[in-house]
């Protein structure tokens, strides 16, 4: 006995392939609708699953093998059709019909089938086309720079279809933030945060310290260098009074050689610094200036995400001039275009370590992930 299983989109198509394949005496076992396999399932109709089974081996095939009758008939046709309607009489003839209508019925059949896969074929090239499409769709509403997507859809627009799926963009969009994750450990005693007026600089330390202190045990202090705004110091005195933790008012150099002295029992060290425009290159060089007396320390660029992405792209650029390791995403819960978690991996080769996801302290900040950073960037074409 010859037992096969079929996946088809209906009754029809499984008629036809199994008396195709199996035979006229093939007989149906069991049918059920299934979706097929793998996260590119998810994005297809169910199948009908439909299990056939013939006897005997011999009978099955017969389409197959006639095929090759078929053609025989079909050239000796023509120079038996004279033969036939002279020589031919009664029983014999009458069977010659026969034949000749079972094989045009068997061509016809074969034709159908034929017509029908090729027509599956071109509508899964146009579902991945379309998908593809969407995904292009999406980055554009979520302000990915254009040359972004212009490598993404070179690269997945014009893959086989097999690459051009889910499945595959997901995978194309993993390579590019892998390289945006701060794989490294940040293990610099000093942390410096800089970075554009308002983004959060001072919120983000009081978060960061909270968080060293309390879930990894380490003795913080801080130091301030922002003189420059009224208010600023008391905004952070107010938190290291409420962690109970050291802070240094900084004006000049040698001040900042003394505090980092006096805070040299602590395991982490935050350094705020004032709010710097990245169109002034003179104030940006005087925090330059400042920071250069600290060794073995680790600047962070703050940086708000709903920054559009052409002024994201000149804050990088221009804080190039002070120097930076990696890059805190502040002020996630202020845009729903996410886009600039991944333009900034073209703007700059420096990777994110936190993203800030409101004003709460210390529980608005989090350690990035890669699938993280994918859900924010693929939510809304990945299901
Ligand atoms: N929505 C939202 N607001 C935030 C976030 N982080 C900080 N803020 C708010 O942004 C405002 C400015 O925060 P600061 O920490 O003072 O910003 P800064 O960068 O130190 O500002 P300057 O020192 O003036 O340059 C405050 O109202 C914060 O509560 C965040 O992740 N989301
Ligand atoms: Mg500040």
């Known amino acids: 006995m010859v037992i096969k299983r079929y996946l088809v989109n209906n009754m029809t198509e499984a008629m036809t392939r199994i008396r195709y394949e199996l035979g006229s005496n ?3 076992v069991s049918t059920r609708r299934i979706r097929q396999r793998g996260i590119l399932g998810l994005f297809k109709p169910q199948v009908l699953e439909v299990t056939a089974a013939v006897e005997n081996r011999q009978d099955t095939g017969p389409a197959l093998s006639n095929a090759g009758k078929i053609m025989n008939a079909g050239d000796s046709q023509t120079a038996e059709k004279g033969q036939t309607a002279a020589g031919l009489q009664g029983d014999e003839a009458k ?7 079972r094989l045009e019925k068997e061509l016809k059949e074969l034709k159908q089938l034929v017509t029908m896969l090729i027509s599956q074929a071109g509508q899964t090239g146009e579902a991945s086309k379309d998908y593809i499409e969407r ?28 690459n051009a799926g889910p499945e595959a963009v997901t995978r194309y969009f993993e390579n590019i933030l892998s390289n945006c994750i701060a794989s490294r450990s940040m293990n610099e ?15 983000t330390i009081a978060k960061i310290a909270a968080q060293e202190m309390l879930y990894n045990k380490k003795s913080v202090g801080l130091i301030t260098l922002d003189t420059y705004r009224i208010g600023a ?24 050689i003394n505090a980092l002295e006096k805070l040299g029992h602590c395991d982490l060290i935050m350094i705020d610094s004032t709010g710097r425009s990245s169109l002034n290159r003179d104030q940006l060089l005087e925090t330059r200036d400042l920071l ?47 886009g600039n978690i991944i333009n900034i991996s ?38």
């Open 26 to 28: 093939a007989v149906i």
């Open 95 to 101: 069977k010659a019909d026969e034949t000749e209508s």
């Open 135 to 162: 995904v292009i769709n999406h980055l554009r509403d979520m302000d990915v720079d254009e040359e972004i997507i212009e490598g993404f859809s070179v690269e997945c627009g014009n893959a086989p279809e097999a």
């Open 189 to 203: 005693k000093v942390w410096a945060l800089i970075g554009p007026t308002g983004v959060g600089k001072t919120t």
């Open 233 to 256: 110091v008391e905004q952070l005195r107010t938190y290291a009074g409420i962690l109970n933790i050291p802070l240094e008012i900084v004006y000049t150099k040698a001040d900042l």
């Open 292 to 338: 250069d007396v600290v060794e073995d320390k680790r600047n962070i660029l703050a940086v708000s995400a709903a920054t559009r992405k052409n002024d994201l792209k000149a804050i990088v650029q221009n804080y190039e001039a002070i120097g930076f390791d990696s890059i805190i995403l502040t002020k996630m819960d202020e845009t729903q275009y996410y």
């Open 346 to 383: 073209k703007y700059s080769d420096k990777p994110i370590c936190y993203i800030t996801t409101g004003q709460v302290v210390p529980d608005d900040i989090r350690e990035v992930t890669r699938e993280d950073l994918l859900d924010y960037i693929l939510t809304g074409v990945r299901t």
